[in-house]
């Protein structure tokens, strides 16, 4: 089975809590003890050997969880050295600072203060959490800068980094970090560590997220089990938010289950009749055009769609008449020409764009999006998306767009820039946002595509597919077979925001699989695999 996590932005993360502390079932200081156990056990895991740890404490209450890690690494055996902000916290964290310094001294929080004291084994960072709301100045972007920063002195003592619930600095909704001051390089150096909260945030899988916080863990506070107590009765969910397959361990995550084998079959080829599994065209382009329309059909059969016919224009047949020969073809010059073939309902997904050339593309659109067929937009189609508003009004909800980051900049230039200016307020726009605001503006789903491919549907439901691993997958061809795994799932039955996250998990786990040395017509081949080691 696999298993998916719940994914909050942290305006919901903060709901959540006032509404648990609301309800007098569970207090701020227990949630913050909790917090702070759970950061002082993996600490205590990871070094097991007590050793000698400094503590930076910031204004809020990601700095109260500091001065809990100080108290329960101190009575652990653990030196602990504290160097805390002046201000004073929200009481919780006063309350947790006072029972620190009850125990031992607080020093100032400056750079001169880190650099003065002994080398550490473990450097806790609690100085901004999920309450970060511009970007940091001063005195702690220095000290910011000598953590996470490389390239001026920095690089200071990253490994042996633990961050509290996030690296600080990095926006938990956007994954984006400020510019640090300037000499000091930039931010991106990994912590060893980050222990967040709860459920994993946006920023912790998007972005820089995953390479500022090194090894995540999520750690359970007790707030899972109130919701489920308290919101699920009575509806009151957030907008479901999920990552799925995340590469992150996320052990004691709120887990999501998707019953992909149940929807596949224990065997993706044991079927009744072939015409069950669908029936999927894939919309070929002219002459010379043939090897992207060739990649996405193999991926379309490969995933289990009962027949898929891939139809180029009549002058380009020749050129598609190589394996596999469980392909059907079939020539399709123009849009009448498909609106006949349309005329049989068994074809119930499509594939356009890789390989299509964007004025065959713009015609065959016309025709096809007016049936309400389940279709994948890619490549070129997106293009011709992009150039004709009237094509964009007539997207609906069982359409799939797939752009990279410059597709999507030419469909919704708005959005891509928003996403690319430099946030003078936190918590910053997103990959996500820009994601959700498109399906939401277009009516289809978007698949945004990336190491950290952010999927959105009209409702506002979003997945997050985090796959920093496999950097060998950005290959020539790779997105034709994403697409053609995605309408291979259209064609089998799957809803479109399922098809195109399953597709884009199925697509990373097969280029995981091969590993290095990957190229695009290698992917189709491991899907046999990937789908065995599902079932
Ligand atoms: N999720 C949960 O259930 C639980 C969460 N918990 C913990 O709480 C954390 C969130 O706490 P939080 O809301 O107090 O915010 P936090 O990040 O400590 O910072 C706020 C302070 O920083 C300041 N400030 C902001 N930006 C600044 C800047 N650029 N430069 C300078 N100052 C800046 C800001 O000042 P202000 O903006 O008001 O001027 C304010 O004083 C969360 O991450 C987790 O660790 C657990 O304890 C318990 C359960
Ligand atoms: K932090």
Redesign the pocket.
Known sequence: MLTGTEVLT?AQ??A??SA?MASGQVT?LE??E???RAVAGHIRLRWPKAGCVTVLC????????GY?VARLLHRAGWRVRVLG?E?M??P??AEMKQRWAEIGGIGPLTERGLQGGPESDVYVD?????????????E??SILARIFGRGGDGAYHCSRVVA???P??LC?DSGKA?ALPPGRGTFDSPARLTVA??SPKPGHLIGLGPMLCGELIVAD?G?IQWRERNLASRGRRPVRLEAIWPRFDIPDARRIEFSLTDRLGKHPFASQHKYSHGHALVLAGGPAKGGAARLSARAALRIGAGLVTLAPPQDALPEYSSPPDALMRRALDDGDALRGALDDTRINAACIGPGCGIDRAAALLAVLLPTGRGTVLDADALTALSQDPGLMAALHGRCILTPHGGEFARLFPDLAEKVEATPSQ?PAYSKLDAAREAAARCGAVVLLKGPDTVIAAPDGRARIHSAFDIPWLATAGAGDVLAGIITGLLARGFQPLDAASLGTLIHAQAARLFGPGLIADDLSEMIPQVLRDLA
């Open positions: 942290t993360m903060r959540i809590e648990a701020g949630l913050m909790r917090a702070g910031g204004p809020g209450n990601n700095g109260g969880d809990v902000t201000n916290p929200g919780d964290a609690a100085i901004f959490g999920t309450g970060l709301t511009r970007p940091p100045e001063g702690i972007a509290v619930d996030c600080s600095g938990m400020p909260f709860d506070i707030l936190w």
